[in-house]
């Protein structure tokens, strides 16, 4: 083999192993998403084996983690991949963390959900948790579709949404604290819903980060800490970057 197919065979391969580790984070980002949905509909349910449910798709959601990291960390270590390829891995690296975060803060709202069970609500229970809880899911799903397809504008649209998820999560924290001073016996109840939004604002915020490692992949600026609206337009000014690797 002369140097010319040597290096497009050391190409080739590099580009599959980036591939497969980008397909186990979309595998990894559809598990957290079961997650949420389970905790989520634990609550609505009002049922109390979700916890366990929940709990038992941690489990795989650590191994994952622990695999691609594991995975990335190879890759640095023989490859020393640079330039766009190099960013690709930073934020598969740090999606993961969030991911894992989300699965985290899901078995958090299992906990309420299971806690809750047990209690007769009135008949519109947790209203306000169906609503904050479909934005968020909508969130995590979009950004990992971006993610999928290293689509800027789309994870640009998607880190958007998360200050409609914090006004509606301290619209409800302030409808909560309201409530319990009006009738104590509510207090119970009210405490168990500001601990879910507030699980449910923190996944908004992971959804948000993925979004961010998106853009950074595909145009190499960090808009962490940066007002969207000033970071896309300056992106529009600058020169593209391509991305580090076809969407399949």
Same mark, same amino acid.
């Given at each position: 083999?002369?140097?010319?197919?040597?290096?497009?065979?050391?190409?080739?391969?590099? +580009?599959? *192993?980036?591939?497969?580790?980008?397909?186990?984070?979309?595998?990894? /980002?559809?598990?957290?998403?079961?997650?949420? /949905?389970?905790?989520?509909?634990?609550?609505?349910?009002? *049922?109390?084996?979700?916890?366990?449910?929940?709990?038992?798709?941690?489990?795989?959601? +650590?191994? =994952?983690? $622990?695999?691609?990291?594991?995975?990335?960390?190879?890759?640095?270590? &023989?490859?020393?991949?640079?330039?766009?390829?190099?960013?690709?891995?930073?934020?598969?690296?740090?999606?993961?963390?969030?991911?894992?975060?989300?699965?985290?803060?899901?078995?958090?709202?299992? &906990?309420?959900?299971?806690?809750?069970?047990?209690?007769?609500? @009135?008949?519109?229970?947790?209203? !306000?948790? %169906?609503?904050?809880?479909?934005?968020?899911?909508?969130?995590?799903?979009?950004?990992?579709?971006?993610?999928?397809?290293?689509?800027? /504008?789309?994870?640009?649209?998607?880190? $958007?949404?998360?200050?409609?998820?914090?006004?509606?999560?301290?619209?409800?924290?302030?409808?909560?604290?309201?409530?319990?001073? !009006? *009738? @104590?016996?509510?207090?119970?109840?009210?405490?168990?819903?500001?601990?879910?939004? %507030?699980?449910? !604002?923190?996944?908004?915020?992971?959804?948000? +980060?993925?979004?961010?490692?998106?853009?950074? &992949?595909?145009?190499?600026?960090?808009?962490?800490? &940066?007002?969207?609206?000033?970071?896309?337009? !300056?992106?529009? =000014?600058?020169? @593209?970057?391509? @991305?580090?690797?076809?969407?399949?």
């Amino acid at each position: 083999m002369d140097t010319e197919q040597l290096s497009h065979h050391i190409s080739s391969r590099f +580009n599959a *192993d980036l591939e497969q580790i980008r397909s186990s984070v979309l595998e990894m /980002g559809g598990l957290v998403e079961r997650q949420l /949905g389970q905790a989520l509909g634990g609550i609505v349910e009002a *049922d109390s084996s979700v916890l366990a449910l929940v709990a038992q798709g941690e489990i795989s959601v +650590n191994q =994952l983690e $622990r695999s691609i990291d594991e995975d990335c960390g190879r890759i640095l270590a &023989t490859r020393s991949p640079a330039a766009s390829d190099l960013r690709l891995v930073i934020a598969i690296l740090k999606t993961i963390t969030d991911l894992e975060r989300v699965g985290d803060e899901s078995e958090k709202i299992a &906990t309420i959900a299971s806690r809750m069970a047990g209690r007769d609500w @009135p008949s519109g229970r947790h209203r !306000e948790l %169906r609503h904050l809880g479909s934005l968020v899911s909508a969130m995590v799903h979009d950004a990992l579709d971006a993610f999928a397809r290293l689509d800027a /504008g789309l994870a640009f649209e998607v880190a $958007r949404r998360d200050r409609a998820v914090d006004e509606e999560y301290e619209a409800i924290h302030r409808q909560c604290i309201t409530f319990m001073m !009006e *009738d @104590p016996r509510s207090i119970r109840r009210a405490l168990d819903v500001m601990w879910a939004v %507030r699980s449910l !604002e923190r996944i908004g915020d992971h959804a948000k +980060n993925i979004c961010e490692y998106v853009i950074y &992949t595909v145009h190499g600026k960090d808009v962490r800490h &940066t007002r969207l609206e000033d970071a896309e337009k !300056e992106i529009q =000014l600058a020169a @593209p970057v391509a @991305p580090a690797l076809s969407a399949p």
